[in-house]
């Protein structure tokens, strides 16, 4: 273990001045008993990124483990979102600073707004948002939840760079049109739900792609996600095994006609996360 902590080096999409570790830990349902030993997990095993958010309320745990896995603050990437009921003036920097005490950290490396609200104008929430980056609060800024034209408005709106949208993408879900717009504004796409919370694992070509390289279902899909440019991918894992798993992915290639069969698997239902305020997706 100590070996795998020496002189890792993960690759990285960069953009505006981000180096986004292009595998990051996810923590949605890692509740408070898990996320530590699994922040500390993915640490010890190479990931340098790591994603959480006030709406997964396990905040103070991932601080633990990012105290705990050894390594030094600076090598890790570490992701927060605002809530959209606090992402107007004045709230997102309150909701950013008590973030930032639950993880005990100083700043985060990326601070997003986690789904837009029309109910708040968005230009209030890209001042708060810039200013919460002015502030120090984190080194770079970002959305969640965006669809084409309202990135579009956020990039136009904010007077600092945006450097991703993170957004729901697997197999089954295409999203060339969001993808596109991101590298048209120079920001990286951030996968979540990359596993398709598991539910494309066992699909056939999956399954028979896997088989003949040797890899697992998991290894597969991760290995899609990252060959595509600009392309970041956060699975989620309390599993020491399938964390590792999932991080063991930089000594293959998918061919391009397993790249296309992998993304021939995208269906007009293949969305998973849409629950009652999100927007209209393109
Ligand atoms: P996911 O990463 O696609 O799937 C997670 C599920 O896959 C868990 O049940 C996990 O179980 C299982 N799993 C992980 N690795 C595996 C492997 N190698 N083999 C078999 N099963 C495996 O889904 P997600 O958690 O929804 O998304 C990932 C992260 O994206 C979240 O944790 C969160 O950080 C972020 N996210 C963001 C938003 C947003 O609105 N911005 C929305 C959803 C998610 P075990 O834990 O038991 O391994």
Request: glycine letters at 6%.
């Amino acid at each position: 273990m100590a070996d795998s902590m020496t002189s890792v080096t993960t690759p990285v999409v960069e953009a505006h001045g981000a180096k986004i570790p292009v595998i990051g830990l996810g923590t949605w349902r890692a509740g408070t008993d898990v996320a530590a030993a699994a922040v500390a997990a993915a640490l010890q095993c190479g990931y340098r990124h790591i994603d959480t958010a006030i709406a997964y309320a396990n905040e103070e745990a991932v601080g633990e483990g990012l105290r705990s896995g050894g390594v030094p603050r600076d090598e890790i990437f570490i992701t927060t979102k605002i809530p959209p009921d606090q992402i107007g003036l004045g709230a997102l920097e309150r909701a950013a600073e008590a973030s930032l005490k639950r993880l005990k950290l100083d700043q985060v490396d990326l601070l997003l707004i986690h789904w837009p609200n029309s109910a708040i104008p968005l230009n209030d929430s890209m001042r708060a948002l810039c200013a919460a980056k002015r502030a120090g609060l984190t080194r770079h800024i970002g959305v969640s939840n965006f669809p084409v034209a309202l990135l579009d408005e956020a990039v136009h709106r904010a007077d600092e760079p945006l450097v991703t949208n993170q957004c729901e993408y697997h197999p089954r879900l295409g999203q060339t049109a969001l993808i596109e717009s991101c590298r048209r504004h120079g920001i990286a796409f951030t996968s979540y739900a990359p596993l398709g919370r598991t539910q494309i694992l066992d699909d056939a070509v999956v399954t028979a792609i896997a088989a003949r390289l040797q890899r697992t279902p998991a290894q597969v899909i991760l290995r899609w996600h990252i060959q595509q440019p600009d392309v970041v991918a956060i699975p989620k894992s309390q599993s020491p095994a399938r964390i590792k798993e999932n991080f063991e992915i930089f000594d293959f290639e998918l061919p391009p006609e397993d790249m296309a069969a992998l993304s021939a698997l995208a269906r007009p239902d293949g969305r998973l996360v849409n629950p009652a305020w999100a927007p209209r997706w393109d």
